[in-house]
């Protein structure tokens, strides 16, 4: 590789980092470089002299510097960036005009004269001819879909590429054609394959859309049963979540009251100063305890009814609490009545929901009271041995700092149940 390629690569890479948009995602300096080894696979296979390979491989490496300034009409601003550049590196004017006029070549709707405007119009457009033109095609998709040029659907985008290598474009070297075109056919063959799957696809969703739609109307209480399925699945699961607050701060009490019996009690003979406080504490601790069992005791039902209750549709057979002390023929019978009548069915779900909805808010009003008793107890014991210390000159400093520790070894687990609440 002469110096002035190594150079003229080294001016492209930086000029397409440091000045290129970010949304050109296909004609970047990956590009770049797939068509300058492109150029050279087709030099390499080709009798071109010396000087002509130069001028292919500048060309290459110049041709789409011009997305650093617009999309339109790049292939002239490409040129002229690549004159003012060969300039500077002392080019002749032969060479700086064969260059330009490979450039110019590269627009895809003009036609090429020359034979390296062919060899370099192929290099650019070899991926057609290549394995790994799906990913180069869909990264060109998305570049025109960021510009704002078009936004081509997945199925409008396989026609466009059908038209393009059916009809738009054709390889011109010997060398391509010996080599790339049986590729292109290729992907041609995958593309119109593709097509007709994506055509049978359609056929089918069309179908499943006309048969469900059809269903629908059939069946339109399926947003109802929707309805019930999801409301009920919502309720059950915020109890559920109620029952576990409930649960951890009894958790977290527990813990707290075993602090207060391990470390304080045993030196109030010692520090009677702190016996208020402790009793504040300890007071606060059991009622939240309490309230927290409350918040998630069960009720129970009487758990039977009566021929007269179903057929009135005044049992709920939703609820096992209506039938638990009933036989089974009885609560098979009773079923047999309810799903036979559809107005029932969806009487019983409504009293289901509705009397959740009651135990869900009893469980939150007294669960609100419990974490509001909780936050002011502990405020107050705060404050209370506040009191205490500061009331009594004569605390036994040592004493403190041994149960503050002991307190501390099992802070972290009763804070972490704390914020899990």
Same mark, same amino acid.
């Given at each position: ?26 004609? /970047? ?12 696979? @087709? ?52 060479? %700086? ?5 490979? %450039? ?32 180069? *095609? ?8 960021? &510009?704002?040029?078009? =936004? ?13 290598? *059916? ?8 060398? &391509? ?9 290729? =992907? ?5 394959? *593709? ?13 499943? &859309? ?19 399925? !999801? ?12 029952? !576990? ?17 391990? /470390? ?15 009793? @504040? ?5 059991? @009622? ?10 069960? =009720? ?20 096992? +609490? ?53 936050? %002011? +107890? @502990? ?8 009191? &205490?210390?500061?009331?009594? #000159?004569?605390?036994? %400093?040592?004493?403190?700092? =041994? ?8 802070? #972290?687990? !009763?804070? /972490? ?5």
């Amino acid at each position: 590789m002469s110096k002035l390629i190594e150079k003229t690569e080294a001016f492209v890479f930086e000029l397409l980092k440091n000045e290129l948009p970010n949304t050109i995602v296909y004609h /970047n300096h990956t590009h770049t470089l797939r068509v300058f080894k492109s150029t050279k696979e @087709i030099i390499e296979n080709s009798k071109i002299d010396v000087n002509d390979a130069q001028i292919l491989q500048l060309a290459a490496l110049l041709h789409d510097v011009g997305y650093t300034q617009t999309r339109e009409g790049h292939e002239a601003v490409s040129a002229k960036i690549a004159r003012e550049f060969l300039t500077t590196q002392n080019v002749d004017e032969p060479t %700086i005009k064969s260059v330009e006029d490979c %450039i110019l070549a590269t627009e895809f709707d003009s036609e090429p004269t020359t034979e390296l405007e062919k060899v370099l119009r192929d290099a650019d457009s070899s991926h057609f001819g290549k394995k790994y033109f799906p990913e180069a *095609s869909e990264f060109l998709r998305k570049e025109l879909e960021i &510009a704002g040029i078009a =936004n081509y659907t997945p199925s409008e985008w396989l026609n466009e590429n059908i038209k393009v290598l *059916s009809k738009k474009h054709k390889f011109y070297t010997d060398y &391509a054609l010996k080599n790339w075109q049986s590729r292109k056919e290729k =992907n041609l063959a995958k593309l119109i394959k *593709s097509k007709k799957k994506q055509k049978s696809k359609i056929k089918n969703e069309e179908l499943k &859309a006309k048969y469900k739609a059809q269903y629908k109307n059939e069946s339109p209480e399926r947003a109802i049963q929707s309805f019930y399925r !999801t409301a009920l699945k919502n309720h059950i699961k915020l109890s559920d979540i109620a029952d !576990t607050k409930a649960n951890i701060l009894l958790s977290v009490n527990a813990i707290i009251i075993s602090v207060v019996l391990a /470390n304080l009690i045993s030196k109030l003979d010692t520090n009677p100063y702190l016996t208020w406080p402790t009793v @504040i504490f300890t007071l606060f601790s059991v @009622i939240s305890m309490v309230m927290s069992i409350i918040a998630t005791r069960p =009720n129970v039902t009487s758990g039977q009814f009566t021929k007269e209750d179903v057929k009135n549709k005044k049992v709920n057979l939703t609820f096992f +609490g209506n039938f638990h002390k009933m036989k089974l023929d009885e609560f098979e019978w009773a079923i047999n009545e309810m799903i036979s009548d559809k107005d029932y069915i969806y009487q019983s779900l409504t009293k289901d929901l509705y009397f959740l909805g009651i135990v869900l808010e009893r469980k939150y009003r007294l669960l609100r009271i419990t974490y509001t008793v909780f936050m %002011i +107890g @502990i405020i107050i014991s705060l404050i209370a041995f506040g009191i &205490a210390v500061k009331n009594n #000159p004569g605390v036994n %400093i040592q004493d403190v700092l =041994n149960t503050t520790s002991q307190i501390k070894q099992l802070a #972290p687990n !009763t804070f /972490n149940l704390f914020y899990m609440a």
